[in-house]
């Protein structure tokens, strides 16, 4: 046997094998042999295109056509990548398949290429010489398959893993993966960091990793991997203390989920992550810390009402500000101060005991709804701005402040409410006044500046801006020094200008007239 060409036809497979013996005989030549792989060819699902020494198409077989929309009259003659190519095919890859080509030697490589219609798709090809008795390449042969779907998956795995990346750094969170039947836990690069060392992938052995748990830790710990071990519970999650790299402790949530069992129904796999709680620990020991020293103080504080009850009362009637003590967190009122019923309209008998929902003090329920979540999540609420509602249907604009207050053991809101609607209607009007005023300029025929009390500019029209050749016609895109070097610059005696300004500021009741040459 002088030689073997295979011929793939589905993606690392070769399913076709042309042979060719010749023992005795004379050797064919390799126009011959072409026309015997051709005819293969004919039946592959894959792309098979065949060049001559100078890349110009001789043959391609209909799986060619199926995929470019190009026929063999079309291409016959033509340099495939004269019209397969487009903008977003790499010129690298095009470059380095061209020297092979020239050099005669074969490669294997993938290229975007387009359509007849315009539509991109991948290839992944593998081209190999044919050379005649000599050894020189007279031919090319092309095996191509199309990786279209393979790519756009592999971009949304990437897509998908960079986001993965972004939410776990985000979170400071770290994943893990733990082969139990091989005794070692492996955790990703940010874990290093977390724990105070250089960004790198850990290895460990089990035994390892429970020694840098916490030794208060370390019985609770072990007790929830041996159930996920044994198969009661599919899931692991604790919380625990893990040394850094220093001999600090930081507290983490680990959880995790077993994803591979063996036959006796053991865990051999999990994978979970680990996430820094430290800060979350920290908060929650100061809040408990605070509260015991506010349960103390309402405890010390209530030995006290009888004495104080009397000026609290005061101060609390005769505020301006609505103040309301409601129930968390169905929101029932426990008291009010008479502004309350000012301001909404109901007597105190008949807010006592009643519901914001049920008075219907909302204008919007989904207002109070976002505002209740806010106010348990972080435990206070500071200027909220809602619609509210008074007893004879009349809407205002209020203004919400909130704390949690801890009377005894219950919890309550104390709410402090702010009537704004005068404020946002004031608020209106200066803004039609301003508007009013930016048109009154904009109309006028003279150049208009605008200087306030301090020498600073306010604005200035349009036509001031075309007046002096300003570069730019909003007022805010250029700085005062911009604008007076540019306005002096066109100015015969620009000293003359400056001193009227001065006189201008030290006078600023007094009316002053100049004539200003310009240059030109």
Not at 59 to 70: C, D, E, I, Q
Not at 360 to 376: E, I, K
Request: proline share 3%.
């Amino acid at each position: 046997t002088e030689g073997t060409l295979s011929l793939q036809v589905t993606a690392g497979t070769p399913v076709a094998t042309l042979g060719i013996f010749r023992p005795l005989a004379p050797r064919r030549s390799p126009e011959v042999d072409a026309r015997l792989l051709a005819l293969v060819a004919e039946h592959t699902t894959n792309i098979v295109v065949i060049t001559d020494a100078k890349s110009r198409i001789e043959w391609v077989n209909p799986a060619f056509t199926n995929l470019s929309g190009y026929t063999l009259e079309e291409v016959r003659g033509r340099v495939p990548g004269s019209f397969l190519q487009g903008a977003q095919t790499d010129r690298v890859t095009v470059a380095y398949m061209r020297n092979r080509v020239h050099a005669g030697l074969g490669f294997r490589t993938q290229l975007l290429n387009y359509t007849k219609d315009g539509r991109a798709y991948w290839l992944e090809i593998d081209v190999q010489p044919v050379r005649d008795n000599a050894g020189r390449s007279v031919k090319f042969i092309a095996i191509e398959t199309d990786i279209t779907a393979r790519k756009a998956a592999e971009a949304e795995l990437l897509g998908y893993k960079s986001r993965l990346e972004l939410a776990l750094k985000a979170s400071n969170t770290s994943m893990w993966e733990s082969d139990v039947a091989n005794n070692f836990l492996r955790l990703d690069a940010h874990w290093s960091l977390m724990l105070g060392g250089k960004a790198q992938p850990l290895t460990l052995s089990a035994s390892a990793a429970i020694r840098n748990v916490h030794p208060d830790d370390r019985a609770d710990t072990m007790r929830h991997l041996r159930e996920c071990y044994a198969g009661p519970t599919a899931m692991y999650r604790i919380e625990q203390r893990i040394r850094t790299f220093n001999g600090d402790w930081i507290w983490i949530l680990s959880a995790g989920r077993v994803v591979a069992r063996d036959s006796n129904g053991r865990a051999t796999r999990l994978i979970g992550t680990n996430t820094d709680i430290t800060a979350q620990k920290r908060n929650a020991e100061l809040l408990a810390r605070l509260n015991t020293q506010l349960e103390q103080m309402v405890a010390e504080r209530t030995l006290q009402l009888s004495e104080s009850e009397e000026r609290f009362r005061s101060v609390f009637d005769h505020s301006p500000v609505t103040i309301a003590l409601v129930t968390l967190p169905e929101g029932r009122f426990v008291e009010v101060n008479p502004a309350t019923e000012a301001t909404f309209g109901f007597s105190r008998a008949e807010l006592i005991g009643h519901t914001t929902t049920e008075l219907g003090v909302w204008a919007d329920p989904a207002d109070r709804d976002r505002f209740v979540a806010m106010l348990v999540r972080d435990g206070a609420v500071r200027s909220f701005e809602t619609r509210m509602r008074r007893h004879n249907g009349e809407v205002f604009t209020a203004l919400f402040s909130t704390s949690v207050v801890t009377i005894g053991k219950q919890q309550f809101s104390l709410n402090l409410v702010q009537d704004i609607t005068a404020r946002i209607e004031s608020e209106q009007a200066r803004e039609h006044s301003l508007s009013l005023m930016r048109a009154t300029l904009e109309s006028a025929a003279d150049g208009i500046l605008v200087v306030n009390r301090s020498g600073h500019i306010e604005t200035f029209n349009r036509n001031f801006a075309e007046l002096w050749r300003l570069p730019a016609a909003t007022p805010g895109t250029m700085t005062e020094e911009s604008i007076l070097q540019a306005i002096l610059g066109q100015l015969v005696s620009p000293e003359k200008f400056l001193e009227s300004i001065r006189q201008l500021y030290l006078n600023a009741t007094e009316e002053i007239f100049d004539v200003l040459h310009g240059k030109d």
